[in-house]
């Protein structure tokens, strides 16, 4: 049976030096009006996805978070049914915790972005403040746009979804340093941005840290540049057949070396990384990252390792380290990578850092295997929902003759994009109380999502905690519905709960809104 602990036990463990995981659980809305700084967030419905890779040692305490405590109270049991050893959740929840005076992180007004990330955003105006970074404004960048290179360093789908500044080039994160001479004609100079203010200020201080020189960051990035009352344009992507120059990668190995000479960061052998989890307590986790491209990741890496590239890890550490004191081994094709990655993750605090002396290609010549393409790890619960859920084929369904209660548990907009006709729309959140008060079906419910994934652990759940008996599952979710030709209705007519899920880019919600976040980010370090 999970235990509760109250705001101040919580408070004291996070403080601690000892292993935890505190996941808040609430719909996105919800979490950025009001969350835990070191909480992090797995909205309900993908608990079972995410929970091998945030908290992959089942030993590992885990602490749920919700509003109140009562959702968090059923779902702390699931986990233990799962095969997690150690659940409790917050005693009254977030409700309790401001009650208690302890601090939350919230959204800035209706402005969302302000709430995610933010451990990272602040560390990002900690280094602005404090690393003297040359900047050039947007006018300045627009009259001299010929005489400089130009860089994007987000991700692939940020840059080809969103829009770039004209003639920007992508180069993710901390590849930037492998190519920046690459790129450039002679010593032009070389301006680093993303759409706001983070990434630019690691890219920009990364490169002078390494003695790269000519190096600006764009002022508040692609929205600085719109909000300059410039355009946006489709990129020229990444350069085909970018090369380092050896004698350049050689010197690139030896600055990044001496980068971690006076931190705590610790290189390991391949051996020392077999033998890592003999030689930490057996309650704690161990996360490998795999710092290079998704691409290169899938050509070629070590078993039990996630691809995170180094500039995300960075920007985003908060929603992939959950286990705050956890041991952190960082690869790359060498060190260079993940050298830069770990110099930082121990700026900003954290404190079991090690890199992969050799990185992959160390890996390969002491006749370890590097795993090939990439298959996600398996939900939690996979054995329990081939054991207690029927499935209905997309076939089966629409030519049924059972009375039948159909419930989308997607996000809403997902629902209103396409669905079932005749589909209620209920969150995975509260489908529970949907159907013992909204619904109250007496047939059979058919439980579906975009591919059956989240829809199969909800079934399993809610039939494995004594909550319906009735419960069938759509094989494939409506992926399979839409590939066998059948008929889908739009709209949320039949929605049963309002959305609650934020925006989580400010350059989404309009010009007022990202001046706002803009602000708010600079005033992060007064």
């Given at each position: 049976?999970?235990s509760?602990?109250s705001?101040a036990?919580?408070?004291?463990?996070?403080?601690s030096?000892?292993?935890?995981?505190?996941?808040?659980?609430?719909?996105?809305?919800?979490?950025?009006?009001?969350?835990?700084?070191?909480?992090?967030?797995?909205?309900?419905?993908?608990?079972?996805?995410?929970?091998?890779?945030?908290?992959?040692?089942?030993?590992?305490?885990?602490?749920?978070?919700?509003?109140?405590?009562?959702?968090?109270?059923?779902?702390?049991?699931?986990?233990?049914?799962?095969?997690?050893?150690?659940v409790?959740?917050?005693?009254?929840?977030i409700?309790?915790?401001?009650?208690?005076?302890?601090?939350l992180?919230?959204?800035?007004?209706?402005?969302?972005?302000?709430?995610?990330?933010?451990?990272?955003?602040k560390?990002?105006?900690?280094?602005?403040?404090?690393?003297?970074?040359?900047?050039?404004?947007?006018?300045?960048?627009?009259?001299?746009?010929?005489?400089?290179?130009?860089?994007?360093?987000?991700?692939?789908?940020?840059?080809?979804?969103?829009?770039?500044?004209?003639?920007?080039?992508?180069?993710?994160?901390?590849?930037?340093?492998?190519?920046?001479?690459?790129?450039?004609?002679n010593?032009?100079?070389?301006?680093v941005?993303?759409?706001?203010?983070?990434?630019?200020?690691?890219?920009t201080?990364?490169?002078?840290?390494?003695?790269?020189?000519?190096?600006y960051e764009?002022?508040?990035?692609?929205?600085?540049w719109?909000?300059?009352?410039?355009?946006?344009?489709?990129?020229?992507?990444?350069?085909?057949?970018?090369?380092?120059?050896?004698?350049?990668?050689?010197?690139?190995?030896?600055?990044?070396?001496?980068l971690?000479?006076?931190?705590?960061?610790?290189?390991?052998?391949?051996?020392e990384?077999?033998?890592?989890?003999?030689?930490?307590?057996?309650?704690?986790?161990?996360?490998?990252?795999?710092?290079?491209?998704?691409?290169?990741?899938?050509?070629?890496?070590?078993?039990?390792?996630?691809?995170?590239p180094?500039?995300?890890?960075?920007?985003?550490?908060g929603?992939?380290?959950?286990?705050?004191?956890?041991?952190?081994?960082?690869?790359?094709?060498?060190?260079?990578?993940?050298?830069?990655?770990?110099?930082?993750?121990e700026?900003m605090?954290?404190?079991?850092?090690?890199?992969?002396?050799?990185g992959?290609?160390a890996?390969?010549?002491?006749?370890?295997?590097?795993?090939?393409?990439?298959e996600?790890?398996?939900?939690?619960?996979?054995?329990?929902?081939?054991?207690?859920?029927?499935?209905?084929?997309?076939?089966?369904?629409?030519?049924?003759?059972?009375?039948?209660?159909?419930?989308?548990?997607?996000?809403?907009?997902?629902?209103?994009?396409?669905?079932?006709?005749g589909?209620?729309?209920a969150?995975?959140y509260?489908?529970?109380?949907?159907l013992?008060?909204?619904?109250?079906?007496?047939?059979?419910?058919?439980?579906?999502?975009?591919?059956?994934?989240i829809?199969e652990?909800?079934?399993?759940q809610?039939i494995?905690?004594?909550?319906?008996?009735?419960?069938?599952?759509l094989?494939?979710?409506?992926?399979?519905?839409?590939?066998?030709?059948?008929?889908?209705?739009e709209?949320?007519?039949?929605?049963?709960?309002?959305?609650?899920?934020?925006?989580?880019?400010?350059?989404?919600?309009?010009e007022?809104?990202?001046?706002?976040?803009?602000?708010?980010e600079e005033?992060?370090v007064?």
């Amino acid at each position: 049976m999970p235990s509760s602990h109250s705001p101040a036990a919580v408070q004291n463990a996070l403080a601690s030096s000892d292993p935890i995981a505190l996941l808040d659980i609430r719909p996105s809305l919800d979490y950025v009006a009001g969350h835990i700084r070191e909480s992090t967030w797995v909205p309900r419905r993908k608990l079972e996805q995410r929970l091998p890779n945030l908290v992959p040692n089942q030993s590992t305490p885990v602490v749920l978070c919700d509003g109140s405590g009562e959702r968090s109270i059923r779902d702390a049991r699931w986990l233990e049914t799962l095969g997690y050893e150690d659940v409790s959740y917050l005693d009254g929840g977030i409700a309790a915790w401001r009650e208690g005076g302890f601090d939350l992180i919230q959204a800035e007004g209706d402005v969302h972005a302000t709430a995610f990330n933010y451990e990272s955003k602040k560390f990002g105006e900690q280094v602005a403040a404090t690393r003297d970074l040359p900047m050039i404004e947007p006018d300045e960048l627009a009259a001299k746009r010929d005489e400089a290179t130009i860089v994007d360093v987000r991700t692939p789908s940020e840059y080809e979804k969103s829009g770039t500044i004209p003639d920007s080039v992508n180069i993710e994160g901390f590849d930037l340093p492998l190519y920046a001479e690459a790129l450039r004609d002679n010593d032009e100079p070389v301006v680093v941005h993303c759409a706001g203010r983070t990434r630019s200020i690691i890219g920009t201080a990364t490169l002078r840290e390494l003695g790269i020189n000519n190096i600006y960051e764009l002022e508040n990035g692609t929205m600085g540049w719109q909000l300059s009352g410039y355009d946006l344009t489709d990129g020229p992507g990444r350069p085909q057949e970018l090369e380092t120059d050896p004698q350049q990668y050689a010197q690139l190995q030896e600055v990044t070396e001496r980068l971690l000479q006076d931190t705590d960061v610790s290189f390991l052998s391949p051996a020392e990384l077999d033998r890592l989890d003999d030689t930490v307590d057996d309650r704690q986790t161990t996360y490998i990252f795999d710092v290079r491209t998704e691409e290169e990741f899938v050509e070629g890496h070590l078993p039990d390792s996630l691809s995170v590239p180094g500039g995300q890890l960075i920007q985003t550490a908060g929603r992939h380290i959950a286990v705050r004191d956890a041991e952190i081994v960082l690869v790359s094709e060498t060190h260079i990578r993940s050298a830069i990655t770990a110099y930082w993750l121990e700026n900003m605090g954290f404190s079991n850092v090690s890199v992969l002396d050799g990185g992959t290609t160390a890996w390969d010549e002491s006749d370890r295997r590097l795993e090939k393409n990439y298959e996600p790890r398996k939900p939690l619960g996979a054995d329990i929902v081939d054991e207690t859920v029927e499935r209905i084929s997309a076939t089966e369904l629409a030519s049924t003759n059972r009375e039948i209660t159909i419930v989308n548990i997607d996000e809403l907009d997902v629902y209103t994009a396409s669905h079932i006709p005749g589909a209620w729309w209920a969150p995975r959140y509260e489908v529970a109380n949907v159907l013992a008060y909204d619904l109250d079906p007496t047939g059979t419910v058919v439980l579906t999502c975009e591919d059956g994934t989240i829809s199969e652990c909800a079934g399993a759940q809610l039939i494995h905690m004594g909550q319906i008996e009735n419960l069938a599952i759509l094989e494939g979710g409506l992926k399979a519905w839409e590939e066998a030709d059948l008929e889908t209705d739009e709209g949320e007519e039949r929605a049963l709960r309002e959305s609650r899920k934020a925006v989580r880019e400010p350059y989404a919600q309009g010009e007022q809104e990202m001046k706002q976040y803009l602000t708010w980010e600079e005033r992060l370090v007064e």
